[in-house]
């Protein structure tokens, strides 16, 4: 499998040798400042609530969760779990059942 990997290797190599030669200038990279716009909104008032936007105001703004389509409560269960598991969302295992629950509430089948 090695030997088969070697000359593509090497051609691909010799190809890129030519780009590295006509290259007048070094890449520089620059930093970039974004600013957001403010956001003072909170979700609406209910139980749950104040979970929701104590957690996940943090990384989304109201808009931004208002604007998901309506799930059933295991769907946005799943979406907590992947907010807190895969994104390493700091929500506390003790706010997750009111999370999930209000935004069932607020954005669940009608």
Not at 4 to 16: E, S
Not at 81 to 97: H, I
Request: glycine letters at 4%; one cysteine or more.
């Amino acid at each position: 499998m090695m030997r088969m990997r070697l000359p593509v290797l090497l051609v691909a190599v010799a190809a890129t040798v030519p780009l590295w030669s006509d290259a007048k200038t070094a890449l520089v990279l620059k930093s970039v400042t974004v600013t957001l716009p403010a956001s003072t909104a909170m979700f609406p008032p209910g139980p749950g609530a104040e979970a929701a936007n104590g957690n996940c105001l943090a990384c989304h703004s109201v808009g931004m969760v208002m604007n998901q389509p309506p799930m059933p409560k295991a769907a946005w269960a799943a979406e907590v779990a992947k907010m807190r598991n895969v994104y390493k969302a700091p929500v506390a295992e003790t706010d997750v059942a009111a999370i999930v629950d209000y935004l069932t509430s607020i954005k669940g089948p009608k």
